[in-house]
C-alpha cells in the first residue's frame, strides 16, 4: 500500500508534476546522435569516464556516473548547469559552451549506455530510513527502485555514489550564495526538511541498491 503523504510532499509532488510537463514539451523537437555524442564526451571522460574520480567542490566527493541516466535528466541538467539554477563553476563553463544540439548528442550516447536492468525488487530500508524516504516522498517521483523515476527528466538515483547524492540534497538548502547550491523549488523543499546526517543516511541507502549507473572508462582512461 501506498504510504500518506504530508501536506507539504503533496503539494510538492503536484509541483513537479506540473514541471515535469513543462520540461518534456521543452525537450521535445531536437533529436540526439549516439555517433556525433562519443565525440563531443572528449570534454566529459576526464571526470566522468575514471572510475572513483573525485571532484573537489564544494567539498570531496566522487563525480556522480551519468552512463545509464536517461537522455531527458541529462539535458535538463546541463541546461540547469549553464542557466546557473545549478551552481559549479566547472559543469557551468561546460554547460555554456554547449548548443541543444550538443546537449541532445551527449545524453543519446551517455543514455546508452546503461548497464542492467534495475530489478523491481530491491532492500527494504531500515525503519528510519525508511521514515525519512516517506517524508520526503522521494518513490513518488524517483520510483519505487529509485531507477524508474516519475519521467525521464528526473534522475535515476539508485546506486550513485553516496557522497554525491549527500553534496546534491544539501546543494538544494543553499540559499543566495553564488557559488554554491541548486534552485529548484521541489527539491528545495524537500531537502530542508532534512539534517546533514539524515541526508547522509538517505544517501548511503540509495548508494547500496542495484541500479543502471556505471562509470564507463573511455580509451585512453582503461
Do not use: W
Not at 25 to 50: R, T
Not at 138 to 143: F, M
Not at 191 to 207: G, T, V
Amino acid at each position: 500500500m501506498t504510504p500518506l503523504l504530508n501536506p507539504i510532499a503533496r503539494t510538492l509532488v503536484a509541483a513537479a508534476t506540473l514541471f515535469v510537463a513543462a520540461v518534456s514539451a521543452q525537450a521535445q523537437g531536437v533529436s540526439g546522435d549516439v555517433e556525433a555524442g562519443k565525440k563531443k564526451a572528449e570534454m566529459c571522460i576526464g571526470c566522468h569516464g575514471i572510475k572513483g574520480y573525485q571532484n573537489s567542490f564544494p567539498e570531496i566527493h566522487k563525480v556522480p556516473m551519468i552512463s545509464g541516466q536517461s537522455g531527458p535528466y541529462i539535458v535538463s541538467a546541463l541546461k540547469a548547469y549553464q542557466k546557473g539554477e545549478r551552481k559549479h563553476p566547472s559543469m557551468r563553463g561546460i554547460a555554456g559552451s554547449l548548443s541543444e544540439q550538443d546537449m541532445a548528442d551527449l545524453a543519446a550516447f551517455y543514455a546508452g549506455q546503461a548497464g542492467p536492468a534495475a530489478p523491481e525488487a530491491i532492500p527494504a530500508a531500515s525503519a528510519d530510513v525508511a521514515a525519512l524516504l516517506t517524508k520526503g516522498a522521494c518513490v513518488s517521483c524517483h520510483g519505487a527502485n529509485f531507477s524508474k523515476p516519475l519521467d525521464p527528466s528526473y534522475p535515476k538515483i539508485g546506486g550513485q555514489h553516496a557522497d554525491y547524492l549527500f553534496v546534491a540534497l544539501k546543494s538544494y538548502t543553499v540559499e543566495g550564495n553564488n557559488v554554491i547550491g541548486r534552485s529548484n523549488g521541489v527539491m528545495g523543499g524537500i531537502a530542508k526538511q532534512y539534517s546533514p546526517a539524515e541526508m547522509r543516511a538517505i544517501a548511503k541507502y540509495l548508494s547500496t541498491l542495484p541500479g543502471e549507473l556505471q562509470t564507463v572508462p573511455q580509451s585512453r582512461f582503461r
